[in-house]
């Protein structure tokens, strides 16, 4: 991730307006700021939750409140709970995600 041609700027995330995506159980709350290639966000999962999808693209995932499970595609899991942080490159370990009681996330990408 290479950060270039972004003012400085202050973004409260909280107060951005939720797009809601259907998990294959569950459903997740985006918040979201787009800024050249950068997205950065405050994602919710519902108690339920597991993703619709293998995901490839890189992150710097990081657990605010709650318990988040990934799953990669080559078998290993990780349990993360809150302060845990996770990174991954593009096509580097495609993943997914569930919780059983719910999470909230703060994702860069």
């Known amino acids: 991730m290479k950060l270039t041609g972004i003012p400085f700027e202050i973004q409260d995330l909280s107060q ?3 797009t809601r995506h259907a998990g294959e159980r569950g ?8 800024v050249g290639n950068v997205r950065v966000r ?15 693209r890189g992150h710097v ?12 595609a080559d078998g290993r899991s990780f ?3 809150a302060g845990q942080t996770y ?3 593009d096509d580097d370990g495609a ?6 009681s719910g999470v909230r996330l703060f994702i860069v990408d």
Do not use: I
Request: aromatic share 10%; charged share 20%; hydrophobic share 45%.
């Open 61 to 72: 995932l990081h657990v605010l409140e709650g318990d988040l499970l990934t799953e990669l």
């Open 27 to 34: 459903f997740a709350l985006w918040r979201t700021r787009e």
């Open 87 to 89: 990174l991954v490159a």
């Open 16 to 18: 951005l307006p939720p």
């Open 95 to 100: 993943h997914r995600s569930s919780t059983a």
């Open 79 to 81: 349990k993360l709970g």
């Open 42 to 56: 405050l994602v919710e999962y519902s108690a339920g939750y597991l993703a619709d999808h293998w995901c490839k």
